[in-house]
């Protein structure tokens, strides 16, 4: 079964603080994995998707097949990365364009 | 921020009224979706439509029905057959490559919250 599992609900840390949000997922093809964000009072938005292999607002993410993992991570948190943050699936040949999303974790950032 | 609208903002709605939420998009998208977000459970997908006149079922599109008439709407029905209707509800929509699986980009909608008094 398709599955994205975001383990943590919150996440806080003190401003300066190395981030890290946690992703794995399970599927049996070859998976496209993204992260979007929902800032406070905004629409849910893309953060980052893996086959762009680029960083946004100083996050970056790595998809390690082998532990089927898609973790998300800044090395200095800032008090605007407060926001919810959503990993997603797409199966490259499901042919759907279908996204699965996990359960989300909110990131709180302290100053 | 225009390109993905909904409406109405905040719906309430009785216990067995049928009730309608809107989403259009002028981004000349070929592909809508209906999410269901609850907290603690993300978004889940309630119904998508590829191409006008065609549509699939999602996760937990028991209860919900959708139309296609026009690429720009993607209309939801919610029935007084669904059982937990409270929610919030986001409309995306992404382009679709047809043939490549490939998935695109997903713009959201700023979401309309269904409350059942």
Known sequence: AQRVTQPEKLLSVFKGAPVELKCNYSYSGSPELFWYVQYSRQRLQLLLRHISRESIKGFTADLNKGETSFHLKKPFAQEEDSAMYYCALSGRLSNTGKLIFGQGTTLQVKP | ?117
């Open chain 2, 1 to 117: 921020d225009g390109g993905i609208t909904q409406s109405p903002k905040y719906l309430f709605r009785k216990e067995g009224q049928n009730v309608t939420l809107s989403c259009e998009q002028n981004l000349n998208h070929d592909a809508m979706y209906w999410y269901r977000q609850d907290p603690g459970q993300g978004l889940r997908l309630i119904y998508y439509s590829q191409i006008v006149n065609d549509f699939q079922k999602g996760d937990i599109a028991e209860g919900y029905s959708v139309s296609r008439e026009k690429k720009e709407s993607f209309p939801l029905t919610v029935t007084s057959a669904q059982k937990n209707p409270t929610a919030f509800y986001l409309c995306a929509s992404s382009i679709y490559p047809v043939g490549t699986g490939s998935s695109d980009t997903q713009y959201f909608g700023p979401g309309t919250r269904l409350t059942v008094l």
